[in-house]
């Protein structure tokens, strides 16, 4: 029985674990928080920082491969393991996407359209990038940002003084607005041997910077689909990618598509495939980087995925009374606001 090593401890972690566990393989939990969700239902857990070296070779020790649940894992840490057991997804790809103007960068370079974007290292860079611009867009900062953290929004008029050192003199990129009717994002998978496989495309709603619904199928004609897909498929093959990826887009009135990020790993986007696919986007995940066959990504059911975040998961009573609704809960001790306790799926037979 092979062993799986994971780096990060969360909902995510503990999903593949137990997707892991039905295909009859151990995993082993890196991460420094000791009764992590996903330690809860991993074999072992190994507390540590990601780039603690002694953590880092018990992890290689106890393991066959190494994926990761998150892609804030130190890129150090991914290839000093690497030297001695496989990793998946390759840490070139924690490279493309730790770095919000790298991975622009990459997606280009794939032939896949972004917003505009311009390196934003002063205050001085600031009011040149917003000039361009005509005063408005979004900056964030480079690394480290998610669920809408690190950002800040420019209209017409608005005073960008102090805005680089507010969000701590660190590296940040300056992203044009986007017109876009609905966001969607496109949860694929590739083999070791390229294969490929792709779940259609969720239609995204998000709130205060965290993804509220997930809503299949998108409304979005077969050739936008078709786009997603193909861009998606993309960017897998020019990283020599192996494991699942989400790939966000902003679609415009015209049916067009304009990428906003890429996550190298599995997605919040993708939870609905536990319920509505007899193949989940985490099982999907556990097939790819041990090497085994793809499986079919289609969709048996129309469904929407709903985020049970802070004080919602005081309706978990109420989702378990809804018929045809898949509730799964995340083992965290504390609800805080913006904290994602659990999430819903309901089938729409």
């Given at each position: 029985m092979k062993t799986i090593g994971i780096i990060g401890g969360g909902q995510l972690g503990r999903m593949l674990a137990m997707a892991a566990a039905r295909l009859n393989f151990k995993t082993v939990i890196l991460e420094p928080q000791a009764d992590c969700p996903a330690a809860q239902v991993a074999n072992r857990q190994i507390v540590g920082a990601y780039d603690n070296p002694h953590a880092l070779a018990q992890l290689?020790?106890?393991?066959?491969?190494?994926?990761?649940?998150?892609?804030?894992?130190?890129?150090?840490?991914?290839?000093?393991?690497?030297?001695?057991?496989?990793?998946?997804?390759?840490?070139?790809?924690?490279?493309?996407?730790q770095d919000r103007l790298t991975e622009k960068e990459f997606l280009a370079s794939c032939?896949?359209?972004?917003?505009?974007?311009?390196?934003?290292?002063?205050?001085?860079?600031?009011?040149?990038?917003?000039?361009?611009?005509?005063g408005e867009g979004v900056?964030?900062?480079?690394?480290?940002?998610?669920?809408?953290?690190?950002?800040?929004?420019?209209?017409?008029?608005?005073?960008?003084?102090?805005?680089?050192?507010?969000l701590g003199g660190?590296?940040?990129?300056?992203?044009?607005?986007?017109?876009?009717?609905?966001?969607?994002?496109?949860?694929?998978?590739?083999?070791?041997?390229?294969?490929?496989?792709?779940?259609?495309?969720?239609?995204?709603?998000?709130?205060?910077?965290?993804?509220?619904?997930?809503?299949?199928?998108?409304?979005?004609?077969?050739?936008?689909?078709?786009?997603?897909?193909?861009?998606?498929?993309?960017?897998?093959?020019h990283l020599g990618y192996v494991g699942v990826i989400g790939v966000e887009f902003f679609v415009g009135s015209d049916g067009s598509l304009i990428a906003n990020e890429m996550a190298p790993r599995v997605h919040n986007s993708g939870h609905w495939t536990e319920a509505a696919c007899i193949v989940s986007q985490f099982e999907q995940h556990i097939r790819a980087v041990a090497g085994l066959p793809l499986g079919d990504p289609a969709r048996h059911s129309?469904?929407?995925?709903?985020?049970?975040?802070?004080?919602?998961?005081?309706?978990?009573?109420?989702?378990?009374?809804?018929?045809?609704?898949?509730?799964?809960l995340y083992g965290k001790a504390e609800a805080r606001p913006g904290r994602k306790m659990g999430h819903v799926t309901v089938l729409k037979r």
């Amino acid at each position: 029985m092979k062993t799986i090593g994971i780096i990060g401890g969360g909902q995510l972690g503990r999903m593949l674990a137990m997707a892991a566990a039905r295909l009859n393989f151990k995993t082993v939990i890196l991460e420094p928080q000791a009764d992590c969700p996903a330690a809860q239902v991993a074999n072992r857990q190994i507390v540590g920082a990601y780039d603690n070296p002694h953590a880092l070779a018990q992890l290689a020790d106890a393991c066959d491969l190494v994926t990761y649940e998150f892609e804030n894992v130190p890129v150090d840490a991914a290839e000093t393991l690497a030297a001695s057991r496989p990793v998946f997804p390759p840490p070139r790809a924690l490279a493309v996407s730790q770095d919000r103007l790298t991975e622009k960068e990459f997606l280009a370079s794939c032939g896949i359209p972004t917003a505009q974007f311009r390196r934003v290292d002063s205050q001085d860079d600031l009011v040149a990038a917003l000039a361009a611009f005509g005063g408005e867009g979004v900056l964030k900062t480079r690394r480290m940002g998610y669920d809408g953290k690190g950002q800040r929004v420019f209209r017409k008029g608005d005073d960008p003084e102090g805005a680089y050192e507010s969000l701590g003199g660190v590296p940040l990129i300056l992203e044009s607005f986007v017109a876009f009717e609905r966001e969607i994002s496109v949860i694929a998978a590739r083999g070791a041997d390229g294969s490929f496989a792709a779940y259609d495309p969720a239609e995204n709603v998000h709130k205060n910077g965290i993804l509220h619904t997930s809503t299949l199928p998108a409304s979005v004609s077969s050739s936008t689909a078709a786009a997603a897909t193909r861009a998606a498929k993309a960017v897998l093959d020019h990283l020599g990618y192996v494991g699942v990826i989400g790939v966000e887009f902003f679609v415009g009135s015209d049916g067009s598509l304009i990428a906003n990020e890429m996550a190298p790993r599995v997605h919040n986007s993708g939870h609905w495939t536990e319920a509505a696919c007899i193949v989940s986007q985490f099982e999907q995940h556990i097939r790819a980087v041990a090497g085994l066959p793809l499986g079919d990504p289609a969709r048996h059911s129309d469904c929407v995925m709903q985020n049970l975040i802070g004080d919602d998961i005081e309706t978990v009573e109420d989702w378990l009374k809804t018929k045809d609704a898949l509730v799964h809960l995340y083992g965290k001790a504390e609800a805080r606001p913006g904290r994602k306790m659990g999430h819903v799926t309901v089938l729409k037979r």
